[in-house]
């Protein structure tokens, strides 16, 4: 699979989490724009993953999975409504990529907590480092 292929699984991943509350958001909607045009994926291709069946690949690097996790938490929060779907759902990917389950508990309620909703990279890092100790 090329980098651009891999690119497009990963936002297609988000697309399908996006809609897990039944409904896609405007702010998630910008918000995956926001990583399509940083993952640098044609409005064409963006497009065309809304109508797509997403197959799931496996994210080698530990670094990529957590990278990973940390979008979908972030597009979770976006919409400013926090369904238990969107929590179940989360947590099941997590441990799907091969995540800690109390780090991707810690990292929850760090960004639950947060008035921005956002951790820093250091503290995202550390938690799931802790874990390997």
């Known amino acids: 699979m090329s980098p651009y292929e891999e690119k497009l699984a990963l936002l297609s991943d988000m697309i399908a989490f996006s809609v897990v509350d ?17 993952l640098q994926i044609t409005t064409e291709d963006f497009k065309a993953l809304f109508h797509q069946e997403s197959y799931p690949i496996v994210i080698k690097s530990e670094f990529e999975r957590i990278q990973q996790f940390y979008r979908l938490a972030l597009l979770m929060h976006c919409d400013g409504v926090l369904h238990e779907r969107e929590q179940i759902k ?17 990292v929850l309620k760090a960004m639950e907590i947060s008035p921005t909703k956002m951790i820093s990279p250091e503290f995202l890092l550390e938690v799931f480092q802790e874990q390997l100790n």
């Open 22 to 38: 039944g409904k896609l958001h405007e702010r998630e909607y910008l918000f995956l724009s926001m990583i399509a045009e940083e």
């Open 90 to 106: 989360i947590h099941e990917i997590g441990i799907n990529m091969g995540l800690n389950p109390h780090a991707i508990k810690r």
